[in-house]
Protein backbone atom coordinates (compact mmCIF):
# COMPACT_ATOMS: atom_id res chain seq x y z
CA UNK A 1 0.00 0.00 0.00
CA UNK A 2 1.49 3.14 -1.17
CA UNK A 3 1.49 6.61 1.23
CA UNK A 4 -1.12 8.11 -1.28
CA UNK A 5 -3.42 5.28 -0.42
CA UNK A 6 -2.72 5.66 3.38
CA UNK A 7 -3.67 9.31 3.10
CA UNK A 8 -6.71 8.81 2.29
CA UNK A 9 -7.49 6.36 4.90
CA UNK A 10 -6.12 7.29 7.70
CA UNK A 11 -7.84 10.60 9.64
CA UNK A 12 -6.37 12.99 12.05
CA UNK A 13 -5.99 12.22 15.75
CA UNK A 14 -8.46 15.04 16.42
CA UNK A 15 -11.82 13.15 15.09
CA UNK A 16 -13.78 12.61 12.06
CA UNK A 17 -16.07 15.81 11.95
CA UNK A 18 -12.61 17.93 11.49
CA UNK A 19 -11.39 15.60 8.60
CA UNK A 20 -13.85 16.18 6.35
CA UNK A 21 -13.37 17.95 3.23
CA UNK A 22 -9.47 17.59 2.77
CA UNK A 23 -10.17 13.88 0.91
CA UNK A 24 -10.14 15.34 -2.30
CA UNK A 25 -7.20 17.81 -1.88
CA UNK A 26 -4.95 15.23 -0.86
CA UNK A 27 -5.95 12.78 -4.00
CA UNK A 28 -4.81 15.97 -6.33
CA UNK A 29 -1.96 16.28 -4.71
CA UNK A 30 -1.02 12.72 -4.14
CA UNK A 31 -0.39 13.05 -8.28
CA UNK A 32 2.17 15.23 -7.54
CA UNK A 33 5.51 13.82 -7.81
CA UNK A 34 7.83 16.47 -7.48
CA UNK A 35 8.30 18.51 -5.80
CA UNK A 36 7.91 17.39 -2.03
CA UNK A 37 4.34 18.98 -0.64
CA UNK A 38 2.40 18.93 2.44
CA UNK A 39 -1.34 19.43 3.36
CA UNK A 40 -2.17 21.32 6.87
CA UNK A 41 -4.81 23.21 8.43
CA UNK A 42 -4.27 26.92 9.28
CA UNK A 43 -3.07 26.62 13.18
CA UNK A 44 -0.36 23.59 11.77
CA UNK A 45 -2.18 20.37 11.94
CA UNK A 46 -0.77 17.58 9.36
CA UNK A 47 -3.36 15.84 7.15
CA UNK A 48 -1.33 15.15 4.45
CA UNK A 49 2.11 14.54 2.65
CA UNK A 50 3.19 13.36 -1.03
CA UNK A 51 5.34 10.61 -1.58
CA UNK A 52 8.25 12.75 -2.67
CA UNK A 53 8.14 14.40 1.15
CA UNK A 54 8.31 11.00 2.59
CA UNK A 55 11.12 9.44 0.04
CA UNK A 56 13.13 12.73 0.63
CA UNK A 57 12.46 12.92 4.83
CA UNK A 58 12.39 9.18 5.53
CA UNK A 59 9.11 9.22 7.46
CA UNK A 60 6.40 7.28 7.31
CA UNK A 61 2.82 8.97 6.78
CA UNK A 62 1.67 7.30 10.44
CA UNK A 63 4.75 9.54 11.76
CA UNK A 64 3.89 13.13 10.87
CA UNK A 65 0.27 12.98 11.59
CA UNK A 66 0.79 13.31 14.95
CA UNK A 67 2.25 16.19 14.63
CA UNK A 68 2.05 20.29 13.70
CA UNK A 69 4.00 20.80 10.94
CA UNK A 70 6.56 23.45 12.96
CA UNK A 71 7.58 19.87 14.18
CA UNK A 72 9.18 19.15 10.90
CA UNK A 73 11.07 22.81 11.07
CA UNK A 74 14.09 23.50 12.31
CA UNK A 75 13.68 25.15 16.04
CA UNK A 76 15.18 28.18 15.36
CA UNK A 77 13.07 28.94 12.44
CA UNK A 78 9.96 31.26 11.93
CA UNK A 79 7.57 30.11 9.77
CA UNK A 80 6.95 33.29 7.50
CA UNK A 81 6.67 33.75 3.90
CA UNK A 82 8.84 35.65 2.52
CA UNK A 83 7.23 37.23 -0.72
CA UNK A 84 6.97 34.36 -3.46
CA UNK A 85 10.03 33.07 -2.61
CA UNK A 86 9.14 31.82 0.90
CA UNK A 87 11.73 31.09 3.32
CA UNK A 88 14.50 29.31 4.14
CA UNK A 89 14.86 26.36 6.67
CA UNK A 90 15.76 22.89 7.57
CA UNK A 91 13.37 19.90 7.79
CA UNK A 92 13.68 17.29 10.18
CA UNK A 93 14.31 13.95 8.90
CA UNK A 94 14.31 10.44 10.43
CA UNK A 95 17.41 8.65 9.25
CA UNK A 96 19.65 11.75 8.70
CA UNK A 97 20.45 15.42 9.73
CA UNK A 98 17.92 18.10 8.65
CA UNK A 99 18.13 19.02 5.30
CA UNK A 100 18.35 22.75 4.26
CA UNK A 101 14.95 23.35 1.80
CA UNK A 102 13.01 26.69 0.89
CA UNK A 103 9.62 26.37 1.49
CA UNK A 104 6.55 28.12 0.24
CA UNK A 105 3.29 28.36 1.76
CA UNK A 106 0.21 28.60 -0.33
CA UNK A 107 -3.66 28.82 1.68
CA UNK A 108 -6.62 27.20 0.32
CA UNK A 109 -10.31 26.81 0.55
CA UNK A 110 -12.44 23.37 0.11
CA UNK A 111 -16.29 22.90 0.18
CA UNK A 112 -16.01 25.65 2.90
CA UNK A 113 -12.62 24.76 4.78
CA UNK A 114 -9.84 26.44 4.83
CA UNK A 115 -6.20 24.83 4.19
CA UNK A 116 -2.37 25.74 4.09
CA UNK A 117 0.33 23.56 1.31
CA UNK A 118 3.45 23.66 1.96
CA UNK A 119 5.89 23.24 -1.14
CA UNK A 120 9.62 22.33 -0.50
CA UNK A 121 13.02 23.05 -2.51
CA UNK A 122 15.60 21.06 -1.30
CA UNK A 123 18.84 23.42 -1.29
CA UNK A 124 22.32 22.22 -0.57
CA UNK A 125 23.86 24.32 2.42
CA UNK A 126 26.96 26.56 2.07
CA UNK A 127 29.56 24.10 2.17
CA UNK A 128 28.08 21.63 0.29
CA UNK A 129 27.64 24.15 -2.67
CA UNK A 130 31.04 25.00 -1.96
CA UNK A 131 32.12 21.96 -2.69
CA UNK A 132 29.79 20.90 -5.80
CA UNK A 133 30.74 24.17 -7.20
CA UNK A 134 34.81 22.93 -6.73
CA UNK A 135 33.92 20.07 -8.28
CA UNK A 136 32.20 21.91 -11.25
CA UNK A 137 35.55 23.74 -11.27
CA UNK A 138 37.51 20.63 -11.27
CA UNK A 139 35.23 19.52 -14.28
CA UNK A 140 35.88 22.41 -16.42
CA UNK A 141 39.88 22.35 -15.53
CA UNK A 142 40.44 18.28 -16.49
CA UNK A 143 37.90 18.65 -19.85
CA UNK A 144 39.81 21.48 -21.12
CA UNK A 145 43.27 20.06 -20.24
CA UNK A 146 41.72 16.66 -21.97
CA UNK A 147 40.86 18.71 -25.14
CA UNK A 148 42.78 17.34 -28.02
CA UNK A 149 45.35 19.73 -30.01
CA UNK A 150 44.25 17.98 -33.22
CA UNK A 151 40.75 19.60 -32.58
CA UNK A 152 39.64 22.63 -34.56
CA UNK A 153 40.65 26.00 -32.31
CA UNK A 154 36.92 27.54 -33.28
CA UNK A 155 35.41 24.37 -31.86
CA UNK A 156 37.80 23.90 -28.87
CA UNK A 157 37.46 27.43 -27.36
CA UNK A 158 33.27 27.87 -27.98
CA UNK A 159 33.23 24.67 -26.12
CA UNK A 160 35.73 26.34 -23.32
CA UNK A 161 33.61 29.31 -23.07
CA UNK A 162 30.58 27.38 -22.77
CA UNK A 163 31.36 25.57 -20.04
CA UNK A 164 32.48 28.28 -18.36
CA UNK A 165 29.26 30.51 -18.83
CA UNK A 166 27.55 27.58 -17.43
CA UNK A 167 29.95 27.38 -14.05
CA UNK A 168 29.67 31.16 -13.48
CA UNK A 169 25.89 31.32 -14.54
CA UNK A 170 26.75 33.89 -16.67
CA UNK A 171 25.03 35.56 -20.04
CA UNK A 172 28.42 36.34 -21.99
CA UNK A 173 31.56 35.09 -22.16
CA UNK A 174 34.35 35.46 -25.16
CA UNK A 175 37.97 35.18 -25.73
CA UNK A 176 40.59 37.45 -27.22
CA UNK A 177 43.50 36.32 -28.90
CA UNK A 178 46.42 39.68 -29.67
CA UNK A 179 46.74 39.78 -33.71
CA UNK A 180 50.21 38.46 -35.00
CA UNK A 181 49.51 41.13 -38.07
CA UNK A 182 48.28 44.44 -36.49
CA UNK A 183 48.11 45.92 -33.10
CA UNK A 184 45.38 45.13 -31.28
CA UNK A 185 42.88 41.69 -30.13
CA UNK A 186 40.44 39.89 -31.83
CA UNK A 187 37.70 38.14 -30.45
CA UNK A 188 38.16 34.87 -31.41
CA UNK A 189 34.95 33.22 -29.79
CA UNK A 190 31.77 34.02 -28.46
CA UNK A 191 29.89 32.27 -25.35
CA UNK A 192 27.33 32.13 -23.89
CA UNK A 193 23.54 33.32 -24.54
CA UNK A 194 24.48 37.33 -25.47
CA UNK A 195 27.18 38.77 -27.68
CA UNK A 196 27.84 41.90 -25.45
CA UNK A 197 31.37 42.49 -26.21
CA UNK A 198 33.45 43.98 -29.32
CA UNK A 199 34.97 42.57 -31.98
CA UNK A 200 38.14 43.84 -31.87
CA UNK A 201 40.16 45.74 -28.66
CA UNK A 202 43.29 47.92 -28.64
CA UNK A 203 46.42 46.87 -26.94
CA UNK A 204 46.42 49.50 -24.64
CA UNK A 205 42.93 48.19 -23.43
CA UNK A 206 45.45 44.62 -22.97
CA UNK A 207 47.51 46.76 -20.76
CA UNK A 208 44.55 48.06 -18.66
CA UNK A 209 43.13 44.20 -17.91
CA UNK A 210 46.15 43.01 -17.42
CA UNK A 211 45.48 40.37 -14.37
CA UNK A 212 42.38 39.37 -13.47
CA UNK A 213 39.51 42.74 -12.67
CA UNK A 214 36.34 43.23 -12.28
CA UNK A 215 34.04 45.69 -12.81
CA UNK A 216 30.54 46.66 -11.29
CA UNK A 217 28.40 49.80 -11.84
CA UNK A 218 29.41 53.04 -10.43
CA UNK A 219 32.50 52.35 -11.43
CA UNK A 220 34.68 54.21 -14.07
CA UNK A 221 34.17 52.22 -17.65
CA UNK A 222 37.80 52.33 -18.47
CA UNK A 223 38.06 49.98 -21.36
CA UNK A 224 35.78 48.36 -24.75
CA UNK A 225 34.22 45.58 -22.49
CA UNK A 226 33.54 48.13 -19.87
CA UNK A 227 31.54 50.06 -22.02
CA UNK A 228 29.71 47.95 -23.60
CA UNK A 229 28.92 45.91 -20.45
CA UNK A 230 27.56 49.17 -18.98
CA UNK A 231 25.59 50.01 -22.35
CA UNK A 232 24.05 46.30 -22.20
CA UNK A 233 22.69 46.80 -18.20
CA UNK A 234 25.09 44.25 -16.85
CA UNK A 235 25.57 43.86 -13.16
CA UNK A 236 29.57 43.25 -13.81
CA UNK A 237 32.37 42.49 -16.18
CA UNK A 238 35.36 40.48 -15.26
CA UNK A 239 38.29 39.65 -17.28
CA UNK A 240 41.79 37.80 -16.79
CA UNK A 241 44.16 38.09 -19.34
CA UNK A 242 45.64 35.04 -20.71
CA UNK A 243 49.68 34.48 -19.90
CA UNK A 244 52.56 36.08 -18.48
CA UNK A 245 52.43 39.99 -17.88
CA UNK A 246 55.84 40.12 -20.38
CA UNK A 247 53.82 38.49 -22.91
CA UNK A 248 50.19 38.06 -23.12
CA UNK A 249 48.60 36.48 -25.66
CA UNK A 250 44.74 36.70 -25.10
CA UNK A 251 41.66 38.05 -22.77
CA UNK A 252 38.99 35.96 -21.28
CA UNK A 253 36.42 38.01 -20.50
CA UNK A 254 32.60 37.44 -18.96
CA UNK A 255 29.44 39.37 -18.06
CA UNK A 256 26.45 38.80 -16.47
CA UNK A 257 22.52 40.33 -15.33
CA UNK A 258 22.26 38.17 -12.11
CA UNK A 259 23.88 38.74 -8.48
CA UNK A 260 27.39 40.03 -8.48
CA UNK A 261 29.56 37.05 -6.31
CA UNK A 262 33.13 38.96 -6.83
CA UNK A 263 35.39 36.37 -4.57
CA UNK A 264 33.96 33.24 -6.40
CA UNK A 265 34.13 35.02 -9.79
CA UNK A 266 37.92 36.00 -9.18
CA UNK A 267 38.98 33.12 -7.36
CA UNK A 268 37.61 30.88 -11.01
CA UNK A 269 38.98 33.01 -13.26
CA UNK A 270 42.07 32.60 -11.25
CA UNK A 271 42.67 29.19 -11.97
CA UNK A 272 40.83 29.35 -15.44
CA UNK A 273 43.10 32.00 -16.64
CA UNK A 274 46.14 29.18 -16.16
CA UNK A 275 44.58 26.31 -17.79
CA UNK A 276 42.98 28.17 -20.97
CA UNK A 277 46.21 30.55 -21.11
CA UNK A 278 48.15 27.05 -21.04
CA UNK A 279 46.07 25.32 -23.59
CA UNK A 280 46.47 28.61 -26.34
CA UNK A 281 50.61 28.24 -25.58
CA UNK A 282 49.96 24.20 -26.45
CA UNK A 283 47.72 25.06 -29.65
CA UNK A 284 50.05 27.58 -30.56
CA UNK A 285 53.31 25.77 -30.36
CA UNK A 286 51.75 22.57 -32.11
CA UNK A 287 50.72 25.06 -35.12
CA UNK A 288 53.98 26.65 -35.49
CA UNK A 289 55.48 22.99 -35.58
CA UNK A 290 52.86 21.99 -38.48
CA UNK A 291 53.55 24.83 -39.99
CA UNK A 292 57.56 24.35 -40.16
CA UNK A 293 56.32 20.47 -40.34
CA UNK A 294 54.44 21.75 -43.83
CA UNK A 295 57.02 23.94 -44.86
CA UNK A 296 59.66 21.28 -44.67
CA UNK A 297 57.30 18.78 -46.13
CA UNK A 298 56.84 21.20 -48.95
CA UNK A 299 60.36 21.76 -49.66
CA UNK A 300 60.84 17.79 -49.18
CA UNK A 301 57.90 17.74 -52.67
CA UNK A 302 60.14 20.19 -54.30
CA UNK A 303 62.96 18.68 -53.55
CA UNK A 304 61.49 15.15 -54.69
CA UNK A 305 59.62 16.53 -57.96
CA UNK A 306 63.45 18.16 -58.84
CA UNK A 307 65.20 14.65 -58.30
CA UNK A 308 62.51 12.38 -60.45
CA UNK A 309 62.41 15.23 -62.92
CA UNK A 310 66.05 15.63 -63.65
CA UNK A 311 67.64 13.37 -67.17
CA UNK A 312 69.33 11.53 -64.92
CA UNK A 313 69.33 8.35 -62.90
CA UNK A 314 70.30 9.19 -59.09
CA UNK A 315 71.42 6.39 -56.87
CA UNK A 316 71.58 7.43 -53.35
CA UNK A 317 73.79 5.03 -51.33
CA UNK A 318 74.30 4.36 -47.29
CA UNK A 319 77.65 4.49 -46.19
CA UNK A 320 78.42 0.77 -47.00
CA UNK A 321 77.35 1.11 -50.67
CA UNK A 322 74.01 -0.54 -50.64
CA UNK A 323 71.43 1.48 -52.76
CA UNK A 324 68.79 3.39 -50.22
CA UNK A 325 66.53 5.41 -52.84
CA UNK A 326 66.70 5.65 -56.51
CA UNK A 327 64.54 8.27 -58.57
CA UNK A 328 62.03 7.37 -61.40
CA UNK A 329 64.89 7.72 -63.82
CA UNK A 330 66.97 5.36 -62.48
CA UNK A 331 63.66 3.06 -62.56
CA UNK A 332 63.27 3.39 -65.95
CA UNK A 333 67.00 3.33 -66.87
CA UNK A 334 67.81 -0.22 -65.42
CA UNK A 335 64.48 -2.02 -65.06
CA UNK A 336 64.15 -2.24 -61.51
CA UNK A 337 61.13 -0.55 -59.22
CA UNK A 338 62.92 0.98 -56.06
CA UNK A 339 61.20 -1.32 -53.49
CA UNK A 340 62.74 -4.27 -55.81
CA UNK A 341 66.71 -3.09 -54.94
CA UNK A 342 66.50 -0.88 -51.71
CA UNK A 343 69.35 -2.33 -49.52
CA UNK A 344 71.11 -4.25 -52.54
CA UNK A 345 74.75 -3.73 -52.91
CA UNK A 346 74.98 -0.75 -55.63
CA UNK A 347 77.70 -3.22 -57.80
CA UNK A 348 74.43 -5.26 -58.18
CA UNK A 349 72.58 -3.14 -60.05
CA UNK A 350 75.37 -0.57 -61.65
CA UNK A 351 76.84 -4.06 -63.33
CA UNK A 352 79.63 -3.43 -66.26
CA UNK A 353 82.60 -1.60 -65.34
CA UNK A 354 85.90 -2.44 -62.93
CA UNK A 355 85.98 0.97 -62.37
CA UNK A 356 82.67 2.04 -60.32
CA UNK A 357 83.89 0.02 -57.28
CA UNK A 358 87.09 2.32 -56.29
CA UNK A 359 85.40 5.65 -57.67
CA UNK A 360 83.10 5.21 -54.73
CA UNK A 361 85.44 3.90 -51.93
CA UNK A 362 87.46 7.11 -53.01
CA UNK A 363 84.37 9.39 -52.50
CA UNK A 364 84.25 7.66 -49.06
CA UNK A 365 87.44 8.38 -48.30
CA UNK A 366 87.07 12.60 -49.49
CA UNK A 367 87.06 13.26 -52.48
CA UNK A 368 83.62 15.98 -52.86
CA UNK A 369 82.71 15.01 -56.95
CA UNK A 370 84.81 11.78 -58.88
CA UNK A 371 83.34 11.49 -62.74
CA UNK A 372 84.41 8.32 -63.49
CA UNK A 373 83.53 9.01 -67.59
CA UNK A 374 81.98 7.01 -70.05
CA UNK A 375 81.14 3.32 -69.10
CA UNK A 376 79.01 0.47 -70.61
CA UNK A 377 76.55 -0.50 -68.02
CA UNK A 378 73.88 -2.91 -68.35
CA UNK A 379 69.98 -3.01 -67.75
CA UNK A 380 67.84 -5.32 -66.11
CA UNK A 381 67.18 -7.09 -69.36
CA UNK A 382 70.13 -7.13 -69.85
CA UNK A 383 71.18 -4.58 -73.02
CA UNK A 384 74.10 -2.43 -72.60
CA UNK A 385 73.94 1.75 -72.61
CA UNK A 386 76.60 4.04 -72.79
CA UNK A 387 77.03 6.35 -69.77
CA UNK A 388 78.72 8.96 -67.98
CA UNK A 389 78.44 8.46 -64.04
CA UNK A 390 79.54 11.13 -61.27
CA UNK A 391 79.31 10.25 -57.78
CA UNK A 392 79.37 13.22 -55.12
CA UNK A 393 79.65 12.64 -51.23
CA UNK A 394 77.06 14.01 -48.90
CA UNK A 395 79.13 14.75 -45.83
CA UNK A 396 77.43 15.51 -42.02
CA UNK A 397 79.27 15.97 -38.95
CA UNK A 398 82.63 15.29 -40.10
CA UNK A 399 81.53 11.84 -41.64
CA UNK A 400 80.33 10.58 -45.03
CA UNK A 401 76.39 10.05 -44.49
CA UNK A 402 75.50 9.70 -47.88
CA UNK A 403 76.83 9.17 -51.55
CA UNK A 404 74.59 10.13 -54.35
CA UNK A 405 75.75 8.03 -57.68
CA UNK A 406 74.43 10.33 -61.22
CA UNK A 407 74.42 8.31 -64.36
CA UNK A 408 73.57 10.08 -67.47
CA UNK A 409 72.93 7.84 -70.40
CA UNK A 410 74.46 9.65 -73.27
CA UNK A 411 73.06 6.92 -76.12
CA UNK A 412 70.11 8.88 -76.40
CA UNK A 413 72.71 12.00 -77.40
CA UNK A 414 74.59 9.58 -79.60
CA UNK A 415 71.10 8.83 -81.49
CA UNK A 416 70.45 12.57 -81.68
CA UNK A 417 73.56 12.91 -82.96
CA UNK A 418 73.51 10.84 -85.61
CA UNK A 419 70.04 11.72 -86.31
CA UNK A 420 71.15 15.50 -86.95
CA UNK A 421 73.54 13.91 -89.14
CA UNK A 422 71.33 12.39 -91.22
CA UNK A 423 68.93 15.19 -91.72
CA UNK A 424 72.03 17.30 -92.35
CA UNK A 425 72.91 14.65 -95.41
CA UNK A 426 69.45 14.67 -96.47
CA UNK A 427 69.00 18.65 -97.28
CA UNK A 428 72.53 18.50 -98.78
CA UNK A 429 70.84 15.48 -101.00
CA UNK A 430 67.69 17.67 -101.43
CA UNK A 431 69.76 20.44 -102.96
CA UNK A 432 71.73 17.96 -105.05
CA UNK A 433 68.47 17.01 -106.49
CA UNK A 434 67.36 20.20 -106.68
CA UNK A 435 70.32 21.12 -109.14
CA UNK A 436 69.60 17.85 -110.76
CA UNK A 437 65.86 17.99 -111.49
CA UNK A 438 66.62 21.50 -112.83
CA UNK A 439 69.36 20.04 -114.79
CA UNK A 440 67.55 17.58 -116.42
CA UNK A 441 64.69 18.97 -117.17
CA UNK A 442 65.87 20.98 -120.14
CA UNK A 443 67.28 17.57 -121.83
CA UNK A 444 63.92 16.07 -121.62
CA UNK A 445 61.98 18.61 -123.27
CA UNK A 446 64.59 18.82 -125.90
CA UNK A 447 64.22 14.67 -125.74
CA UNK A 448 60.46 15.50 -126.08
CA UNK A 449 60.54 17.59 -128.97
CA UNK A 450 62.82 15.47 -130.54
CA UNK A 451 60.07 12.59 -130.44
CA UNK A 452 57.28 14.97 -131.68
CA UNK A 453 59.78 16.17 -134.45
CA UNK A 454 60.04 12.27 -135.76
CA UNK A 455 57.12 11.20 -135.08
CA UNK A 456 55.67 13.65 -137.40
CA UNK A 457 58.16 12.91 -140.19
CA UNK A 458 56.79 9.20 -139.91
CA UNK A 459 53.71 7.91 -141.83
CA UNK A 460 50.83 7.56 -138.85
CA UNK A 461 50.70 4.05 -139.97
CA UNK A 462 54.39 3.09 -139.66
CA UNK A 463 55.58 0.63 -137.63
CA UNK A 464 58.04 2.93 -134.55
CA UNK A 465 55.37 5.22 -134.28
CA UNK A 466 53.98 3.00 -131.24
CA UNK A 467 57.51 3.46 -129.78
CA UNK A 468 58.19 7.00 -130.51
CA UNK A 469 54.21 7.69 -128.04
CA UNK A 470 55.57 5.22 -125.47
CA UNK A 471 58.56 7.55 -125.03
CA UNK A 472 56.57 11.08 -125.39
CA UNK A 473 54.92 9.42 -122.40
CA UNK A 474 57.90 8.61 -120.61
CA UNK A 475 59.34 12.10 -121.46
CA UNK A 476 56.14 13.08 -119.81
CA UNK A 477 56.03 11.34 -116.86
CA UNK A 478 59.96 12.17 -116.28
CA UNK A 479 58.93 16.15 -116.43
CA UNK A 480 55.99 15.25 -114.16
CA UNK A 481 58.70 13.80 -111.74
CA UNK A 482 61.14 16.07 -111.94
CA UNK A 483 58.40 18.78 -111.24
CA UNK A 484 57.46 17.13 -108.02
CA UNK A 485 60.75 16.85 -107.08
CA UNK A 486 61.38 20.97 -107.53
CA UNK A 487 58.20 21.83 -105.78
CA UNK A 488 59.19 19.35 -102.56
CA UNK A 489 63.07 21.13 -102.35
CA UNK A 490 61.92 24.78 -102.82
CA UNK A 491 61.45 27.03 -100.09
CA UNK A 492 57.78 28.46 -100.03
CA UNK A 493 57.18 31.57 -98.34
CA UNK A 494 53.54 31.31 -97.33
CA UNK A 495 51.39 34.57 -96.95
CA UNK A 496 48.67 33.69 -94.17
CA UNK A 497 45.42 35.32 -94.05
CA UNK A 498 41.79 34.26 -92.69
CA UNK A 499 39.88 31.75 -95.26
CA UNK A 500 37.08 31.22 -94.79
CA UNK A 501 36.60 27.17 -95.65
CA UNK A 502 32.80 26.50 -96.40
CA UNK A 503 33.92 28.81 -99.69
CA UNK A 504 36.86 28.11 -100.37
CA UNK A 505 36.38 23.95 -100.46
CA UNK A 506 33.16 24.94 -102.55
CA UNK A 507 34.86 26.23 -105.16
CA UNK A 508 37.71 23.36 -105.39
CA UNK A 509 34.70 20.87 -105.31
CA UNK A 510 32.86 22.59 -108.27
CA UNK A 511 35.87 22.52 -111.03
CA UNK A 512 36.57 18.98 -109.83
CA UNK A 513 32.43 18.35 -110.96
CA UNK A 514 33.41 17.77 -114.38
CA UNK A 515 36.28 15.02 -113.48
CA UNK A 516 33.56 13.28 -110.92
CA UNK A 517 30.63 13.50 -113.79
CA UNK A 518 33.21 11.08 -115.76
CA UNK A 519 34.29 8.55 -112.97
CA UNK A 520 30.34 8.51 -111.38
CA UNK A 521 31.79 10.34 -107.90
CA UNK A 522 29.03 12.12 -105.62
CA UNK A 523 30.93 15.13 -103.72
CA UNK A 524 29.72 16.46 -100.53
CA UNK A 525 30.35 19.25 -98.38
CA UNK A 526 29.59 20.02 -94.81
CA UNK A 527 30.32 22.64 -92.83
CA UNK A 528 29.15 22.75 -88.85
CA UNK A 529 27.69 26.19 -87.83
CA UNK A 530 29.94 28.35 -85.67
CA UNK A 531 33.29 27.15 -87.81
CA UNK A 532 35.54 29.90 -87.64
CA UNK A 533 37.83 30.93 -90.62
CA UNK A 534 41.39 28.81 -90.83
CA UNK A 535 44.05 31.02 -91.15
CA UNK A 536 46.21 29.85 -93.78
CA UNK A 537 47.51 30.83 -97.46
CA UNK A 538 45.12 30.21 -99.72
CA UNK A 539 47.58 29.04 -102.84
CA UNK A 540 49.43 26.39 -100.93
CA UNK A 541 46.04 24.94 -98.90
CA UNK A 542 44.52 24.75 -102.30
CA UNK A 543 47.59 22.38 -103.16
CA UNK A 544 46.84 20.40 -99.94
CA UNK A 545 42.98 19.57 -101.05
CA UNK A 546 43.67 19.02 -104.71
CA UNK A 547 46.55 16.15 -103.97
CA UNK A 548 43.87 14.68 -101.67
CA UNK A 549 40.74 14.79 -104.29
CA UNK A 550 42.94 13.39 -106.77
CA UNK A 551 44.18 10.75 -104.29
CA UNK A 552 41.00 9.89 -103.41
CA UNK A 553 39.36 10.25 -107.46
CA UNK A 554 41.89 7.62 -108.38
CA UNK A 555 41.06 5.05 -105.46
CA UNK A 556 37.40 5.17 -106.71
CA UNK A 557 37.78 5.83 -110.68
CA UNK A 558 36.98 2.41 -111.31
CA UNK A 559 33.39 1.83 -109.16
CA UNK A 560 32.80 5.36 -108.63
CA UNK A 561 31.83 6.33 -104.84
CA UNK A 562 31.41 9.10 -102.63
CA UNK A 563 33.92 11.85 -101.63
CA UNK A 564 32.63 13.98 -98.27
CA UNK A 565 34.21 16.79 -96.77
CA UNK A 566 33.27 17.31 -93.00
CA UNK A 567 34.45 20.91 -91.44
CA UNK A 568 33.77 21.45 -87.64
CA UNK A 569 35.80 23.37 -84.63
CA UNK A 570 37.71 22.28 -82.13
CA UNK A 571 39.93 23.51 -78.74
CA UNK A 572 43.09 21.66 -79.02
CA UNK A 573 45.30 20.49 -76.09
CA UNK A 574 46.83 24.33 -75.88
CA UNK A 575 43.09 25.76 -75.26
CA UNK A 576 43.18 27.06 -78.76
CA UNK A 577 41.02 27.31 -81.52
CA UNK A 578 41.16 24.85 -84.57
CA UNK A 579 39.40 23.62 -87.17
CA UNK A 580 39.59 20.05 -88.18
CA UNK A 581 39.02 19.59 -92.06
CA UNK A 582 37.88 15.32 -92.56
CA UNK A 583 38.11 14.09 -96.52
CA UNK A 584 36.18 10.35 -96.17
CA UNK A 585 36.05 8.57 -99.52
CA UNK A 586 34.47 4.86 -99.79
CA UNK A 587 37.30 3.72 -101.90
CA UNK A 588 39.58 0.05 -101.58
CA UNK A 589 41.90 1.64 -98.57
CA UNK A 590 45.15 1.70 -97.79
CA UNK A 591 47.21 -1.62 -97.25
CA UNK A 592 48.82 -1.09 -93.57
CA UNK A 593 52.59 -1.47 -94.81
CA UNK A 594 51.79 1.90 -97.12
CA UNK A 595 49.79 3.79 -94.70
CA UNK A 596 52.37 3.51 -91.74
CA UNK A 597 55.12 5.53 -94.58
CA UNK A 598 51.70 7.19 -96.27
CA UNK A 599 53.89 10.71 -95.74
CA UNK A 600 57.26 9.78 -96.54
CA UNK A 601 58.59 11.17 -100.02
CA UNK A 602 58.63 8.27 -103.02
CA UNK A 603 56.03 6.22 -101.11
CA UNK A 604 53.03 5.83 -103.63
CA UNK A 605 49.83 3.25 -104.46
CA UNK A 606 49.52 4.08 -107.94
CA UNK A 607 51.77 2.76 -110.87
CA UNK A 608 52.27 5.98 -112.35
CA UNK A 609 52.62 7.87 -109.10
CA UNK A 610 55.81 10.29 -107.98
CA UNK A 611 55.09 9.48 -104.75
CA UNK A 612 55.61 12.97 -103.52
CA UNK A 613 52.11 14.15 -103.43
CA UNK A 614 51.47 13.14 -99.71
CA UNK A 615 54.85 14.18 -98.42
CA UNK A 616 53.98 18.16 -99.98
CA UNK A 617 50.78 17.76 -98.52
CA UNK A 618 52.48 17.05 -95.17
CA UNK A 619 55.17 19.87 -95.02
CA UNK A 620 52.80 22.38 -96.23
CA UNK A 621 50.23 21.23 -93.22
CA UNK A 622 53.31 21.42 -90.84
CA UNK A 623 54.23 24.88 -91.94
CA UNK A 624 50.77 26.09 -91.00
CA UNK A 625 51.22 24.16 -87.28
CA UNK A 626 48.77 21.78 -88.22
CA UNK A 627 48.62 18.07 -88.80
CA UNK A 628 47.36 15.05 -90.96
CA UNK A 629 46.14 12.13 -90.30
CA UNK A 630 45.11 8.75 -91.96
CA UNK A 631 42.76 6.26 -91.05
CA UNK A 632 42.22 3.44 -93.38
CA UNK A 633 40.03 0.46 -93.46
CA UNK A 634 38.50 -1.78 -96.73
CA UNK A 635 35.73 0.10 -97.91
CA UNK A 636 36.75 3.60 -97.29
CA UNK A 637 40.00 6.43 -95.90
CA UNK A 638 39.65 9.17 -93.96
CA UNK A 639 42.21 12.14 -94.24
CA UNK A 640 41.70 14.46 -90.97
CA UNK A 641 43.30 18.01 -91.75
CA UNK A 642 44.06 20.33 -88.54
CA UNK A 643 44.49 24.05 -88.73
CA UNK A 644 44.57 26.81 -86.80
CA UNK A 645 41.47 28.87 -86.45
CA UNK A 646 41.61 32.45 -87.09
CA UNK A 647 41.38 34.25 -83.99
CA UNK A 648 42.44 37.99 -84.66
CA UNK A 649 45.55 38.19 -82.39
CA UNK A 650 47.12 36.94 -84.99
CA UNK A 651 50.48 39.19 -85.66
Request: net charge negative; proline share 5%.
Amino acid sequence: MNSSERGFRLSPPWGKPQSQGYEGLSRLLSQVYQPAVLLMLPEGQLLFANSAFLEWTGWQLEDILRHKWIWLLNENTVPRQDGEEGFFTHIRCKYRDPQPARVRLIDLENEGRRFSVAFFSPEASKGERERKFDDRLLDVIEKISSISLETPLSHSLKYICAMVSRLLDVEACALYQVSALSPQMVKICNGGEEDVFPPVMTLADLVRLTGIQIWTPGRRALTLVHRAGQEQGLTFVASASLGNAGGAIGLLVLGGRGEVREERVLSTLRMLRRQIAAFLENYLKVEVIQERLSAIQQDFDVLESAINGVNEGIFILKPDLRIDKINVRAEWLFGYAQYEIVGVPVENVLIGSDRLRPSLEAALEGVPIHTIGDLSLHRRNGLSFPAVVQVVRVPAEGKVNALVVLVTDVSEGEAIRIRTQQLEQRALLGEVTSVFAHEVRNPINNIYTGLQVLSATLPPDDANQEHLTRLQQDCVRLNNLMESVLNFSRNTQYKFEPVDLKDFLQRILDRWRPRFGKVNIEAQLFVQEGTPKAYADPRSLEQVFTNLISNAVDAMSKKGGHLTFQVSPKIGSLGRSEVVIAVLDDGPGIPDEIRERIFEPFVTTKPNGTGLGLAITKRIVTAHHGSIQVNSFPGGTVFEVTLQAYTGDES
